[in-house]
């Protein structure tokens, strides 16, 4: 399943892909981080830098649709490895957005929420 979707997320020229966008339920997602596309299962963010960083975003599910999303510029990201060993890393600024774009897919959030509020 994660050969699958890396190699989707690739082909569609992405930089994350989450289980929810091709049809699977599981807590898994792929990210570029560090320029490397990284599996990530379970991931959960544990901690925020309040410092929080507007920039564009697009979606491999939302075609042609480009937000403006404020994300937090560092985070720290526990997950479980492809060899099923847990992982702690900080992440920071582009990697930092690309996991929370990601995480947010997990939890049912796309960037059109974002705008949605802000429109509110
Ligand atoms: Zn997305």
Redesign the pocket.
Known sequence: MIKDMTETMHAAD?V???AS?VGRTERVCIAVIGGRATPIINPAITDRSMETDADQ??????PNVWVIVPRHTVITLEYTDIKGKKQQRRLTRFDARVVQ??V??LDGV??VDYAARTDA
Request: charged share 20%.
């Open positions: 992405g994350g892909l989450a966008q975003e697009g979606c491999l599910s939302l774009h990601e947010d897919h796309l960037i």
